[in-house]
């Protein structure tokens, strides 16, 4: 199985800058892609952004221009630099990924940390 722990929420003023990190460990193979999502209180969780191993990006309209994703391959991290945070940006962001923790097909997961809360107030 693959292990996501999160690091680097918190609590932060409308219009600053938080950071996001993201370690994977355990029995991977291969993480195909990376990425976070978040929950505020009483919505459903959504896609804020998520990378490849190839290096492509896609990014909630939201968030667009404002939050950035990377991705270490050789160590299985991803991290969200959020800037220009906004009050609606609060939410529990959880840290995701899907890939193989062994070569074969069977071994398939979507695998989920277990979430930072990040509070953004006006």
């Known amino acids: 199985q693959v292990q996501l722990v999160e690091s680097g929420g918190g609590l932060v003023q409308a219009g600053g800058s938080l950071s996001l990190y993201c370690a994977a460990s355990?029995?991977?193979?291969?993480?195909?892609?990376m990425g976070w999502y978040r929950q505020a209180p009483g919505k459903q969780r959504e896609l804020v952004a998520r990378?490849?191993?190839?290096?492509?990006?896609d990014y909630a309209d939201s968030v667009k221009d404002r939050f950035f994703i990377s991705r270490d391959n050789a160590i299985h991290t991803v991290s969200l630099q959020m800037n220009s945070l906004k009050p609606e940006d609060t939410a529990v962001y959880y840290c995701?990924?899907?890939?193989?923790?062994?070569?074969?097909?069977?071994?398939?997961?979507?695998?989920w940390g277990q979430g930072t809360q990040v509070t953004v107030s006006s």
């Open positions: 995701n990924a899907i890939g193989y923790s062994c070569p074969a097909s069977g071994c398939l997961g979507e695998f």
């Open positions: 990378t490849t191993s190839g290096g492509s990006t």
């Open positions: 355990g029995s991977i193979f291969t993480l195909n892609a």
